[in-house]
């Protein structure tokens, strides 16, 4: 692990209000050249504006990951902490905010910054007092100075929205609540400027600018609002203590929560804190936490994240042992998996990544591609297939993103139109596409798509700050206000019989297993606050429901397979999980349904126990000959060929056409096809089934767990103990004859029949008796005949030979299971 240099380095630690940013930006300011990591765009762009209007633009750079301003002449540089250049030469290096090497999801790169990033002749580091044992343990040689604040932070308790004093900041946790507490503002007060994280800077600016000039007097924001962000406020209103920190929802810390009450007060005016509405529900501070945030008294740091700053690029298996390189100091944890450290082991495990990536070069290449940030906040999963497709381009050709694809993207990024959450994905969008464009290497012309990225952004920023100011008019505003302004115990707040939701006697919506439905006349833009509204409200009796559920008997539980969507386990008729692809086909996972996450993890868990335990118990009931073929396959008491056999029947759900398995059957000696018969495999003259599962429920359910296993919707299956289709289908059960379709045990039988009527090779006269039974046409069962080997003559139908179909089949598996009874014996399978 690389370690610090013995340079001059010192330590500004103090709580917020205490001037710190302000202190490193004249020592920056003071040196010949110098450069300063901040944690949010926001703040870095803040800074920026202000020194250049110390030193000219001419002199001063702006590095994020979507923005880049680098004057050729450019000495002073503003950055976040990802963006930092930390080898190039600055007199002077400060790094701010760097308590965060303690938060999981970016505190790596912090720690990397405390302990790499030094100016040749001044390092300041700044922080919060917690950061101290950690400074003294890493950079024992930096001197500490501690930073008093300015002014009195003081507890006023809680305030209802409609009685916040003026130049007030409230700070909520989710994007909906934060539009909800607005709305309600611009109702009472006349408006609310909105600040969140997400925000492009200038979006950020003209709300900001709103609040400032005293157009509003009141902000709302997220937690964004404690990072440094310099307002004049005087009171910050918490319109809750908890938040989802990207893996679960939890209660902020006390570091957090004082980060965030910092922000009132500026200079030497005093500033207060509280909570929206009463001591109760949950966003009451405890006494202990008062006293330490107006005494600034908080638990030191005990450990930094860290990760790797340095990995080894020669190939891409050193790449991610250098990336899970443990640390070796014990005042250092190893960071969790970054989501550009997920996206790369997904793309390390594809062949043709491992092909391109041999060499160090495009090893760097790869590594970087994976540093695309997440601003669509989809996931790893997700995410790792826009990166790989971006790394695909650029190591091929000439190496860059094609210039049609890239434009074609940015261009349906490009309108105006829709609401506030449209026009905020489509920011998140384009800040993707801005990140591509600013690096140097990755486009033809960087330059010109870096300055396109640029004019959409803004416009989109422009079309997003007067949606904002406009959003808040006509609607549930009365309710909404008596939810979060309000004593919540002074409106009656009830659930009907049939699942209606009131509030007051007031409707909004229903409440349908988990799942709260907004009203169906609530605006479209209602209905995110009204889901806000019903989480606050409905936490007690969905732990209720949850208790039911997991008390409750298997009568409750069903599995819904509706035709063109996924199949669904539904609990007293509501939707709570989704099934999914798993070990093998009778062993499938489950999703549970967004609409359990407000429940608390350990009772979903429960829940989810609960849901397994039935589903094993429906497969063993309703899929008991499959999972017998799936037992005697993993035993190892079975013959190589019976297994070879019994492997691709049971992942085809107990259904297959004889041809796929003609190599395996061709090695059964009599005893493996006795045991065969004894599972109740029936070989027929096309097709392996077993009986049982051709009936309507065994086939609902082996439907749904194959389009669970390959990701797709169900197909129309047909009705209930159905044996002929008026139409072609794909499904296993059935073989199509022109226009008609015969369930695969009623051609066994015509099949049997005709092999029974036939004396060797001379023609003979079919009885055509059974298939006129069942309604077979005549054209459909001369295509049977001929698939069955038999060809038509003037006097009848001759034999001829082995059955088409099983030819065609073979070939169309192309040896894809020979040999696989010696992949068996060898593996123990």
């Known amino acids: 692990m690389t370690r610090f240099a013995r340079l001059p380095v010192s330590a500004i630690l103090g709580p917020t209000n205490t001037g710190k940013t302000h202190l490193a930006v004249e020592r920056m300011c003071a040196h010949s050249s110098g450069m300063i990591g901040f944690p949010l765009r926001l703040l870095a762009r803040e800074v920026y504006d202000r020194v250049v209007a110390l030193k000219g633009a001419g002199a001063v750079a702006l590095i994020t990951g979507e923005e880049k301003i680098v004057p050729p002449g450019a000495r002073w540089f503003l950055c976040t902490a990802e963006s930092m250049p930390i080898d190039r030469d600055f007199a002077f290096v400060g790094i701010d905010e760097a308590q965060l090497g303690a938060t999981p999801e970016r505190g790596h790169v912090f720690t990397d910054r405390l302990l790499r990033a030094r100016g040749r002749e001044e390092t300041m580091i700044l922080g919060s007092e917690s950061l101290k044992p950690m400074i003294r343990a890493l950079v024992p040689d930096a001197e500490i100075v501690g930073r008093p604040r300015f002014s009195t932070l003081s507890y006023a308790g809680a305030k209802k929205l409609s009685r916040l004093p003026k130049r007030s900041a409230i700070v909520a946790f989710s994007a909906e609540e934060v539009y909800a507490v607005a709305e309600m503002l611009r109702r009472l007060r006349g408006g609310a400027a909105v600040v969140m994280g997400a925000l492009s800077p200038r979006t950020r600016n003209a709300q900001v600018e709103m609040f400032q000039s005293g157009e509003v007097d009141y902000l709302v924001a997220t937690d964004a609002i404690g990072m440094g962000l310099n307002m004049d406020v005087a009171h910050v209103a918490f319109a809750g203590l908890a938040k989802f920190d990207g893996r679960r929802r939890r209660r902020l810390t006390l570091a957090e929560m004082a980060q965030i009450a910092g922000r009132a007060g500026r200079h030497h005016r005093d500033g207060t804190f509280g909570t929206l509405g009463p001591e109760a529900g949950g966003i009451s501070f405890s006494p202990e936490e008062i006293e330490r945030i107006e005494n600034h008294d908080f638990p030191s740091l005990e450990h930094l994240f860290w990760r790797n700053g340095e990995p080894a690029m020669d190939r891409l298996d050193t790449l991610v042992a250098s990336l899970e390189q443990r640390p070796d100091l014990p005042q250092l944890r190893a960071a969790p998996e970054a989501v550009d450290l997920a996206v790369l082991r997904r793309l390390a495990a594809e062949p043709w990544v491992q092909d391109r990536a041999a060499r160090g070069p495009m090893v760097r290449r790869l590594w970087a591609a994976c540093g695309l940030p997440d601003f669509r906040k989809t996931g790893a999963e997700h995410h790792a297939r826009l990166v790989g497709r971006i790394f695909r381009h650029l190591s091929e050709g000439n190496g860059h993103v094609p210039t049609q694809w890239f434009a074609d993207e940015i261009a349906r990024l490009d309108t105006m139109q829709g609401d506030v959450e449209t026009l905020s994905a489509r920011i998140a969008s384009i800040r993707t596409w801005a990140y591509i464009a600013h690096r140097a290497d990755w486009l033809t012309d960087p330059h010109h798509w870096a300055e396109r990225t640029r004019e959409i952004e803004e416009r989109l920023s422009d079309a997003l700050h007067t949606g904002l100011t406009q959003r808040f008019v006509d609607r549930r505003t009365t309710l909404l206000m008596r939810e979060i302004g309000s004593d919540p115990d002074a409106f009656p707040f009830t659930i009907a019989d049939d699942g209606a939701v009131l509030i007051d006697d007031e409707p909004i919506g229903r409440l349908e297993g988990f799942r709260f439905h907004p009203a169906a006349d609530a605006r479209h833009a209602d209905r995110k606050r009204l889901l806000a509204v019903a989480e606050r409200r409905l936490a007690v009796e969905l732990g209720r429901r949850a208790a039911r559920l997991v008390a409750g008997e298997d009568k ?80 190892p008491e079975t013959s190589p060929f019976l297994r070879a056999l019994l492997v691709p029947l049971g992942e085809a759900g107990g259904v297959a056409p004889r041809g796929a398995v003609d190599r395996a059957l061709e090695g059964l000696d009599k005893d493996g096809r006795y045991q065969a018969r004894r599972l109740g495999i029936e070989i027929g003259t096309l097709d392996l089934y077993h009986p049982a599962l051709l009936k309507p429920e065994a086939m609902r359910w082996r439907m749904a767990l194959i ?123």
């Open 556 to 635: 409750d539980f069903v599995l819904d397979t509706p035709t063109g969507a996924r199949a669904q386990i539904c609990w007293q008729g509501a939707p709570i999980a989704a099934l999914q692809g798993g070990r093998s086909l009778i062993q499938p996972q489950i999703r549970l349904d967004r609409a359990l996450d407000s429940l608390d993890e350990l009772t979903r868990k429960r829940v989810r126990g609960r849901i397994e335990q039935w589903l094993a118990a429906q497969l063993a009931r309703q899929l008991r000959p499959l999972v017998r073929l799936a037992h005697a396959a993993a035993d």
């Open 707 to 829: 389009a669970a296993r390959d990701d797709i919707v169900l197909p129309a299956q047909p009705r209930p103990g159905a044996v002929l289709l008026d139409a072609p289908s794909r499904l296993p059960d059935f073989r199509s004859f022109g226009k008609q379709a015969l369930r695969v045990d009623l051609v066994e039988r015509i099949a049997r029949a005709a092999h029974e009527a036939r004396s060797g090779r001379r023609p003979f006269q079919p009885d055509s008796a059974l298939a006129t039974s069942v309604g077979l046409g005549t054209d459909a069962l001369a295509r049977l005949m001929r698939l069955l080997g038999f060809e038509s003559r003037a006097d009848g139908w001759a034999w001829r030979g082995r059955p088409r179909a099983r030819r065609t089949e073979e070939r169309a598996v192309n040896g894809a299971f020979a040999g696989l009874a010696d992949l068996v014996r060898a593996h123990g399978r």
